[in-house]
């Protein structure tokens, strides 16, 4: 090995090298659209003024002989017009090449980052900061008379592996049993491709709906997810649940400043072949699901699960091509597990001082079976899909479903030319 820097991959992020494909190339996608064009030139200088606060993002992914590791590369990350398909692959065993992008397209500057490199929490602070060095190079310092900058988190926290720092090795917790969930099929889209329909909402008027029910917008919009596949299903297809894989954002329970991954997944669902398909009744069990899977002993139980088969000694002995074909064994049948996956990266906190030059932000998913992620700035909501099929049936049940109770949505879809289209209800 050279005498660049290294580093090992924390817990969560083992899992991506060993499943990645052409089929689910494990990128996902951050945009910031602004209210005025994009500038190359003042992009690649905010770029660079970023990385010095990101410095793990110079890293390319290397295989040893019993785990991946992260190795200092030498290539210099270069801002380009958008030219390849959403979530294109970044990682590729035979290049080591660098394993997020930055291109921009018209007002939207987009953050494609690999999956092992970070989760959608440490993606954003990272194009968080991005964006406010880039209003600083166009509109100057006096834009900037906030704390943004000045208080940043010191690199060493933001490059620490907080895996490692609460891992506890105390016993396992009682993971409860998941029966085999309905699965998403039809034609695919051809060449790997993705179809991604945003829509975007009013999150006061999400939240209001919300409350409405006595519940969290997570809750209420997974309530109306399961609602929408439910929609779609075959009557024959009722004897499986329907299955929602959670991320959950690890820093929400232990104090952490990390930018790297740190995450767990839960798995929330609803039987409609037991259970009546109202409203109500979806979001009082997915709301009693949420309860039961994030106590804080479930939390830190998951936590210590995650992190016990790489502190086991035979474990850490097993080849590497062999952790290969386990860990994607393990990932398929996990996968029967889950009909689709639902992440809520949250609210987008910017200077108020940038909302002159802010119209939203987005992020969604490269992936094999349907996914959709949300994210808010200011009162815009985004809720990004991303399947790889033909059919769109689970998007519009899901947007009409909010249409008809009062909330405007406002959607987009990708289009083959690589623009966008507006998309009917």
């Not at 109306?224 to 959950?248: F, G, W």
Request: proline share 4%; hydrophobic share 40%; charged share 25%.
């Amino acid at each position: 090995m050279s005498d660049a820097k290294w580093s090992r991959l924390e817990n969560a992020a083992k899992i991506f090298p060993s499943t990645t494909s052409r089929e689910d190339t494990k990128v996902f996608r951050f945009t910031c659209e602004l209210t005025e064009m994009v500038q190359e030139a003042p992009l690649q200088a905010a770029l660079e003024e970023t990385l010095e606060f990101f410095p793990f993002y110079r890293y390319s992914l290397r295989r040893g002989l019993f785990w991946y590791f992260y190795e200092e590369s030498r290539e210099k990350p270069v801002v380009r017009e958008e030219h390849l398909p959403p979530c294109s692959k970044l990682y590729h065993p035979d290049r080591h090449g660098l394993l997020f992008s930055v291109t921009y397209y018209r007002c939207r500057i987009n953050l494609e980052v690999y999956h092992s490199l970070t989760d959608g929490t440490g993606a954003l602070a990272f194009l968080r900061m991005l964006t406010i060095h880039y209003i600083k190079q166009v509109h100057g310092e006096g834009v900037l008379s906030h704390e943004a900058l000045r208080n940043a988190v010191p690199v060493p926290e933001r490059m620490s592996d907080s895996f490692a720092r609460y891992y506890t090795g105390k016993k396992k917790y009682e993971k409860q049993k998941v029966k085999r969930a309905y699965r998403i099929s039809g034609i695919r889209l051809p060449d790997h491709q993705i179809r991604v329909i945003e829509g975007t909402a009013s999150a006061s008027q999400i939240l209001q709906k919300s409350h409405e029910y006595g519940t969290t917008a997570s809750i209420f919009l997974c309530s109306v997810l399961l609602r929408a596949i439910h929609a779609q299903m075959p009557k024959r297809a009722e004897k499986y649940p329907v299955n929602l894989s959670v991320p959950v954002n690890l820093r929400n329970y232990f104090p952490s400043e990390s930018a790297r991954n740190f995450f767990s997944v839960i798995t929330v669902g609803y039987d409609f072949g037991k259970n009546p398909d109202d409203f109500a009744s979806v979001i009082a069990a997915v709301k009693e699901g949420f309860a039961k899977e994030l106590t804080d002993e479930k939390v830190k139980g998951r936590l210590n699960d995650l992190c016990a088969l790489e502190h086991n000694l035979l474990t850490r002995m097993v080849p590497l091509f062999l952790k290969d074909i386990s860990l994607n064994i393990a990932n398929r049948v996990s996968a029967r597990e889950i009909t689709m996956a639902f992440s809520n990266i949250g609210r987008v906190d910017m200077p108020a001082e940038m909302a002159p030059y802010l119209r939203q932000f987005g992020v969604f998913v490269s992936t094999k079976r349907m996914q959709v992620c949300l994210c808010s700035y200011g009162d815009r909501l985004t809720m990004g899909f991303s399947a790889p099929f033909v059919d769109t049936s689970v998007q519009r049940h899901f947007f009409r479903q909010l249409t008809e109770m009062g909330i405007d949505v406002e959607l987009t879809a990708n289009v083959q030319e690589g623009g966008e289209a507006h998309a009917d209800l």
